[in-house]
C-alpha cells in the first residue's frame, strides 16, 4: 500500500501558525484528490480540509473555515496545510490521504472515500 510521508507537526501557543506537508512518491498524484484529516484521543477520525485533483476547488471543516489553508504542488506530489490561529482544540494526530477519481473538481470529504493514509503527524496547541 502506497504511504505518504507526513511532516510540519509540533507544539505551538494558542494563536500560533504550523504548515503540514505530505508527499507521496508513488502514487499518479495529479490523479487523486487529496485530503487532511485529524483525530484526537477517544475521538472519531474527521475532516479537515480537501482539495480537487486540479486544485481549483476546496473544501473545509466548519471548524477551520477561514484559519486553514489547503494546497497542493502536483509536480512535487504533496499536499500541505497551512494552519494559521491556532487553539487549543485543533490538538490532534493530523494524517493526509488520497482518494482516487476520475472527476477533476472533485471535493470528497467522507473518510470511506479515502485511501493510501500516512501515519499521521502530532499537533499540540497549549494555552
Known amino acids: 500500500q502506497v504511504r505518504p510521508v507526513e511532516s510540519g507537526g509540533g507544539s505551538v501557543q494558542a494563536g500560533g501558525s504550523l504548515r503540514l506537508s505530505c508527499k507521496y512518491s508513488k502514487l499518479t498524484f495529479s490523479m487523486y484528490a487529496m485530503g487532511w484529516f485529524r483525530q484526537a484521543p477517544g475521538k472519531e477520525r474527521e475532516f479537515v480540509a480537501a482539495i480537487s485533483r486540479n486544485g481549483g476547488s476546496t473544501d473545509y471543516a466548519d471548524s477551520v473555515k477561514g484559519r486553514f489553508a489547503i494546497s497542493r504542488d502536483n509536480g512535487k506530489n504533496s499536499v500541505y496545510l497551512q494552519m494559521n490561529s491556532l487553539k487549543p482544540e485543533d490538538t490532534a494526530v493530523y494524517l493526509c490521504?488520497?482518494?482516487?477519481?476520475?472527476?477533476?473538481?472533485?471535493?470528497?470529504?467522507?473518510?470511506?472515500?479515502?485511501?493510501?493514509w500516512g501515519q499521521g503527524t502530532q499537533v499540540t496547541v497549549s494555552t
Open positions: 490521504a488520497a482518494c482516487p477519481t476520475v472527476y477533476a473538481n472533485l471535493v470528497p470529504s467522507a473518510v470511506r472515500d479515502f485511501d493510501s
